[in-house]
């Protein structure tokens, strides 16, 4: 079974610093993941995926991640915080057959002024 | 275009109750998948329908149920409820049932079990 582990349940960074947050997984054959965001009170907003294209992913907000197939892992940065990026980041995949997310548990990102 | 819309968004039941959510899956989309968020046990799949047919399903009993109708709207059935079944629940619609395609989440209805 696949599973998605996401280190530290909570980052706080300084606006303005670089965001980094972790994201392993475990799976036979590289997966598709994805980065969420939520809000309080809100549903899942998608960052961004890889789907085996490219290993370096833009997303949206100025997030990126990286997939590194060797170190099984799909770490989320930012190089700049803003206030705004405070929520709730989930780290999730899913195999090659099936539409069922499995999801990490989450980081929570506070940001300092 | 609309995105997917959960009703009700708030719902307090009582235990031994049984209650049904709804979900419009954004237009054109074809697979609508449920997800449990708790505190303790965070996101889970619950199932997923793809022309009216559950495709896969998660590790919850068979008090938790649901359908796919034929316009893709779907709804999900919690019988005999019980106080741990207070969560956020999410429903997701894809336009296919691929792996690598885009999950749109709902906001979700906050069930409460009192």
């Known amino acids: 079974a696949q599973s998605v582990t996401q280190l530290g349940s909570h980052v706080s960074v300084s606006e303005g610093a670089l965001v980094l947050l972790r994201c392993n997984y475990s799976s036979s054959v590289p997966p598709y993941l994805f980065w969420y965001v939520q809000y309080p009170n809100q549903g899942l907003q998608l960052l961004l995926k890889?789907?085996?294209?490219?290993?370096l992913v833009k997303g949206i907000n100025g997030f990126e991640a990286e997939f590194k197939k060797s170190e099984t892992s799909f770490h989320l940065t930012k190089p700049s915080a803003h206030m705004s990026d405070a929520a709730e980041y989930f780290c999730a995949v899913s195999d090659r057959g099936r539409r069922a997310l499995t999801f990490g548990s989450g980081t929570r990102l506070q940001v300092q002024p | 275009k609309a995105g997917v819309t959960q009703t009700p968004r708030y719902l307090i039941k009582t235990r031994g109750q049984q209650v049904t959510l709804s979900c419009s899956p954004i237009?054109?989309?074809?697979?609508v998948s449920w997800y449990q968020q708790t505190p303790g046990q965070g996101l889970q799949f619950l199932f997923e329908?793809?022309?009216?047919?559950?495709?896969n399903k998660g590790n919850f009993p068979g008090r938790f149920s649901g359908r796919q109708f034929s316009n893709s709207r779907s709804e999900m059935n919690v019988s005999t409820l019980e106080l741990g079944d207070s969560a956020l629940y999410l429903c997701?619609?894809?336009?296919?049932?691929?792996?690598?395609?885009?999950?749109?989440f709902g906001q979700g209805t906050r069930l409460t079990v009192v």
């Open positions: 997701a619609s894809s336009l296919v049932d691929r792996g690598r395609d885009e999950a749109f």
């Open positions: 890889y789907t085996s294209a490219a290993t």
């Open positions: 329908y793809f022309s009216e047919t559950q495709r």
């Open positions: 237009s054109g989309h074809r697979s």
